[in-house]
């Protein structure tokens, strides 16, 4: 029941262009390969490369647009609105709605196809931009541009990773529960250990109180990222009650340690679930903070390399 | 109007000066005949007389001319009383009133009529306009006759702060509990679940009041019993099944106005004979209304048609035909456009003859009821090759084949395409009369095809009103049932032998038709409902697979007379027709030829069975059957293993529909990888739709349950959907990020209408964006292709990709 991925959408079709893509600049790169290291740029084939890769980076980044604003308030079908309000009851077929073909083509373009296109593209447009750099770089504008271009893509692809793997990492960790949900049930236990902890020696009690207060969720970024904590004080607190359980066998002791213990346990396993969903949710998100800000300086840097040539070339 | 009573020589005796007695009698004077208007009570239009003060009496069927000395059109009670009495004074009509007739007898050349006062009348035709009115039904439950429960409303404005329950869905009964709204608190019970009994202009008329708060209804629901209570303000406790179970009602008064039912025994008794033994059945008349009783007529109510305007234009048509003038009825004209589209045919009453002939399925009614049957429907005449309907298309319409035939094309379970010929007489859609089931085939036209389109509504009312149509149209989905498991060689009258026996039962959801290892003593088909399939492995129930309406179970046991070797159990409330192991394995017996085909093919499903039941999916399917997709028609899925936790699903959503998203994304359950959000699955028989008071929830042709501009508001919907996906939502304004806010990644903010405009909270849910060219916003909004849209038909299928 498990839907195709991006890349797969429409049977390849993306792939499949973007081969095409590729194939068409390599043979047109070794057709015109510039002779005695001349900056390749400038060649005729050179000015098509870029020209399409720069029409390439305008589709990417209008990706980003697209996703994040919904195109407009789409047509709608007001007429068949009101005459389907009253009638549907006692009404025969033979009046029934004909969806137009060419309509639904218009207006029926999914955020998946944009995906996989942008994926594509994106690959595409790492070997254009090689090839329009004819492999030379230096310290200036145009390898500012093209390094961009690498970085911006680069991101691009560990974003293809993490969208294919995390998803359903996500979903085997944290199944049916969700993070505010774990938040409660751990400041519960919390509540409870404190509560189960007060007839227990001091030492057990500390461990608790530390164990409520300092364990950490989430952070900064590379402790989101790690899921995890060094020196966790629940997990601190679980190894020592085990042993102190040998020590304290006065009494009513062990019964209550039984019972911290179980709750400890069953916080720790929570924390561990609630740091994985941080740091999984973080694996898959971070890139984009790079990403996006790259492309907009790739942008910048992309006017300023189209400038730069169309003054002083 | 003279009031005698010369007894001797009368050509024509009309009993019961009602609508059609009156207009029988003013065309006899106008004509001529010598005639007597015989009327048990004291004055004309006694039924008319007792209807309740003010009521506004509708001249339904709109479309019908009339054709009658008496003026009619509609109004109020009183006027309309007033005006016959006018037209009626200075005619030359021999009335006789508070006389009952006591007898009719059928003598050498005419009929000799005793009345109570013990005059006797000698006549040579007799025209029974009776009605109905003189046997009213009853509640038929111990009570019935406690004071307060009664089964007329004469003056509603004699009641004030009661609490009345008002019993029956029809005219009366509407109309009843309309008039008492205002000063009472009126609650309206139907035995059914839709009111497709009354006329549409009360429906119309219910719906305005039901919105306006007025009337409080319950569909669905029986009365048990009536009993009196003592020391409380209500004096009543009505004690009913309802489909939440038993309840009771206290009230002040219960007014029942079930129909009432030919007076049988005295018909009977005047040589009458009728055509079943049901109750509501109506005496067999001829086209002229003539009974088996040679110059014995019947007309109106009696005859089986309950509106004055029908009653009136009979009346005038039972004198013409008795004076042997070729009257043509007053549908003619509109029966004759329908009919002059099927080619080679002049009259009406060659359409009607052809209808008969060619329509076994309506072979039960009578010509009049054809008639009116007729008046509702749609003759089609596609040319050869035109699409009627296609598979999964929407659709409420049921369809006859009167002349020609049509292919249905199926898709069969292995992918290939089985064509089936329908021939002259048989008809198809019947699924389309089941709520909400998409159809199952595509059906194409064939060579000079004639059809007749009935809708829905129209066909309801026939199943209801004709008991042998609704046997009829089992019986024949039945032989279909039988041909697809059997196979065609079979022989008719052995097909025709195994329906005979058919039965038919209802299962609530969850109930158990039968066990993995019970004997195998049926074959089932399902009617209405859907199932799912079950087998034990290791201690565990596992869903096999699941069937909708239309399919039939249960065969594989009864061939190999084996146990059997799965659990069924009803998916939503289901009826199926179940069809007995003995005489189903009688004619096996007898026909060697069939037993061995079907053992082969038998034994070539057990192996694809085994195949299928290595279980890998049967959590999911138990899963998504738990979340109602066993009910559903159209439902949400997000494949959790794709989905990047973007929202941009609700956003779309929201963005769509005026800020609020119709269903959310976290809310839901999982199985594995695959999640179930809060969002509409479009049920079959949508709970939503029950007790919306403006009946603003409607399915469309496409298949959408929505929600139109006419809700109040009352949030009935939101608290009846089990799956929690209506919410009441106040309309934003949903803004459109500029490229700036982008890319400085400014919050937008969701800004509400101006509070005055606000109209309040409304009821919102998913509409499959109904309105929105190119379809489903969440489906379309998903970057990863993550979300996408099942019917259960289809999820079997993807299951195993």
Redesign the interface.
């Known amino acids: 029941m498990e839907q195709p991925s991006f890349l797969a959408y429409r049977n390849y079709r993306y792939l499949k262009i973007t081969g095409l893509v590729i194939t068409a600049a390599l043979i047109a790169y070794l057709l015109a390969r510039p002779a005695g290291g001349a900056a390749y740029g400038g060649t005729i084939f050179g000015y098509a490369l870029g020209i399409a890769s720069a029409l390439i980076v305008l589709v990417l980044t209008w990706y980003g647009i697209r996703k994040r604003r919904p195109p407009k308030v789409p047509e709608r079908r007001e007429a068949d609105r009101r005459k389907f309000a009253d009638t549907d009851a006692t009404r025969c077929q033979s009046n029934r709605r004909v969806i137009n073909a060419e309509e639904s083509w218009r207006h029926g373009t999914t955020l998946q196809g944009w995906l996989s296109m942008h994926v594509y593209l994106g690959i595409a447009l790492v070997v254009l931009t090689s090839l329009h750099a004819g492999f030379r770089v230096g310290w200036n504008i145009h390898t500012l541009a093209y390094v961009l271009v690498l970085l911006v893509c680069l991101s691009g692809l560990y974003g293809t990773y993490a969208y294919l793997r995390y998803p359903r990492l996500i979903t085997e960790n944290i199944g049916e529960e969700s993070l505010d949900d774990l938040l409660l049930k751990i400041s519960e236990a919390d509540e409870l250990a404190t509560h189960r902890a007060t007839d227990l020696p001091s030492e057990v009690k500390t461990l608790v109180s530390r164990a409520c207060r300092d364990t950490r969720l989430g952070g900064k970024f590379i402790q989101q990222i790690s899921g995890r904590q060094h020196d966790c004080p629940t997990k601190l607190a679980v190894e020592r009650l085990r042993e102190l359980g040998k020590e304290l066998v006065d009494g009513d002791q062990p019964r209550l340690i039984r019972d911290l213990y179980t709750v400890l346990l069953q916080k720790q396993r929570l924390v561990d679930m609630v740091r994985k969903e941080i740091s999984l949710n973080a694996r898959m998100r971070f890139w984009l903070y790079l990403h996006a800000p790259l492309s907009i300086a790739l942008l910048a840097a992309l006017l300023a390399h189209i400038l730069t040539i169309l003054i002083y070339w | 109007m003279a009031n005698q009573s010369s007894t001797e020589g009368i050509r024509i005796a009309i009993v019961g000066a009602g609508p059609g007695g009156l207009s029988a009698a003013l065309r006899a004077a106008e004509l001529g005949i010598s005639h007597v208007l015989i009327e048990a009570a004291p004055n004309i239009a006694n039924t008319i007389r007792r209807y309740q003060k003010g009521k506004l009496v509708m001249s339904e069927p709109r479309q019908l001319p009339l054709r009658s000395s008496l003026s009619f059109t509609s109004g109020i009670r009183e006027d309309l009383l007033r005006t016959w009495q006018q037209e009626l004074a200075d005619r030359d009509i021999n009335l006789l009133t508070g006389d009952p007739v006591t007898n009719i007898q059928r003598q050498h050349d005419g009929f000799l009529i005793s009345l109570s006062s013990g005059h006797h009348l000698t006549t040579e035709c007799v025209v029974l306009a009776i009605g109905l009115q003189g046997n009213v039904r009853k509640l038929g439950v111990p009570g019935e006759t406690l004071p307060n429960v009664q089964y007329q409303l004469d003056d509603p404005d004699e009641y004030r702060s009661e609490t009345i329950a008002v019993i029956g869905g029809g005219d009366a009964g509407v109309e009843n509990a309309l008039a008492l709204t205002g000063h009472n608190r009126v609650i309206l019970l139907n035995r059914q679940e839709e009111f497709t009994t009354c006329s549409?202009a009360n429906f119309q008329r219910l719906r305005d009041a039901i919105k306006a708060g007025g009337i409080e209804t319950q569909v669905n629901t029986s009365v048990v019993r009536v009993e009196a209570i003592t020391g409380s303000d209500a004096p009543l406790s009505l004690v009913v099944q309802s489909p939440q179970g038993m309840e009771r009602i206290e009230c002040h008064r219960i007014i029942a106005r079930l129909g009432a039912t030919p007076p049988r025994r005295m018909l009977e008794g005047f040589g009458i004979r009728f055509p079943s033994d049901d109750r509501a059945a109506v005496p067999q008349l001829s086209e002229r209304y003539e009974s088996n009783v040679p110059g014995l007529y019947i007309i109106g109510a009696l005859a089986g048609y309950p509106l004055i305007k029908q009653a009136l234009n009979q009346g005038y048509e039972v004198i013409e035909y008795i004076q042997g003038n070729p009257v043509e009825p007053a549908d003619q004209g509109l029966l004759l456009a329908k009919f002059l589209r099927i080619p080679d045919l002049p009259t009406v009453t060659e359409g009607i003859d052809l209808l008969r002939a060619n329509l076994p399925l309506f072979a039960p009614l009578t010509t009049l009821q054809l008639r009116e049957f007729m008046l509702d429907s749609?003759v089609?005449t596609p040319p050869s090759g035109e699409v009627?309907?296609r598979r999964n298309?929407y659709?409420?319409?049921f369809f006859s084949l009167l002349r020609g035939a049509v292919e249905i094309h199926i898709e069969g379970q292995d992918g290939k395409k089985v064509i089936i010929k329908l021939a002259q007489g048989d008809f198809f859609?019947e699924i389309?009369l089941l709520s909400g089931r998409r159809r199952s085939a595509t059906v194409v036209a064939g060579n000079e095809c004639v059809l007749v389109?009935t809708?829905?509504?129209?066909m309801l009312k026939l199943l209801d009103a004709v008991p042998g149509v609704q046997r009829k149209l089992d019986e024949v989905a039945l032989r279909r049932v039988i041909r697809g498991c059997l196979g065609a060689s079979l022989a008719e009258s052995e097909v025709a032998h195994l329906v005979q026996a058919a039965k038919s039962r209802q299962f609530a959801v969850g109930e158990v038709i039968f066990n993995e290892g019970d004997e195998s003593d049926a074959l089932y088909m399902i009617r209405k409902g859907s199932v799912t399939v079950s087998r034990k492995s290791n201690d565990k129930e596992v869903v096999a697979a699941y069937i909708s309406a239309g399919n039939y179970f249960g065969e594989m046991g009864l061939i190999s007379k084996t146990p059997r070797t799965a659990t069924v159990r009803a998916a939503a409330p289901t009826e199926v027709i179940l069809l007995e192991a003995e005489r189903f394995n009688a004619v096996l017996d007898q026909n060697p030829s069939v037993r061995r085909e079907v053992t082969s093919r038998y034994l070539e499903g057990v192996r694809s069975k085994e195949a299928s039941t290595s279980g890998k999916?049967s959590g999911?399917i138990q899963f998504l059957m738990d979340q109602g997709v066993g009910e559903a028609t159209d439902v949400l899925?997000i494949?959790?293993?794709?989905?990047?936790?973007c929202d941009?699903c609700e956003?779309?959503c929201a963005?769509?529909h005026d800020g609020t998203s119709r269903f959310s994304r976290?809310a839901g359950?999982?199985y594995?990888?695959?999640?179930v959000p809060a969002s509409c699955r479009h049920c079959e028989h949508p709970r939503c739709m029950k007790d919306c008071p403006p009946d603003a929830i409607?399915?469309?042709?496409?298949g959408e349950v929505y929600i139109?501009?006419a809700c109040i508001g009352c949030g009935n919907c939101q608290s009846n959907c089990p799956y929690g996906v209506i919410q009441m939502a106040e309309k934003t304004q949903f803004q459109?990020?500029s490229?700036l806010h982008?890319?400085f990644g400014m919050k937008i903010k969701h800004l509400p209408q101006n509070p005055l405009a606000s109209e309040g909270k409304k009821a919102v849910k998913c509409d499959m964006c109904?309105?929105?060219?190119?379809?489903s916003?969440c489906?379309?909004?998903?970057?990863?292709?993550?979300a996408?849209r099942v019917n259960p038909e289809d999820?079997l299928t993807?299951?195993d990709?």
């Open positions: 549409e749609e089609l009627i309907f298309d659709g409420n319409s859609g389309g389109e809708p829905r509504r129209s999916n999911l899925l494949d959790y293993s794709k989905c990047i936790r941009n956003t779309a963005e769509l976290r359950q999982t594995e990888q695959i999640h409607h399915r469309s042709i496409n139109t501009d459109r990020p490229l982008l890319i109904r309105d929105i060219i190119g379809g916003a489906v379309r909004a998903c970057p990863t292709g993550a996408f999820f993807m299951l990709k």
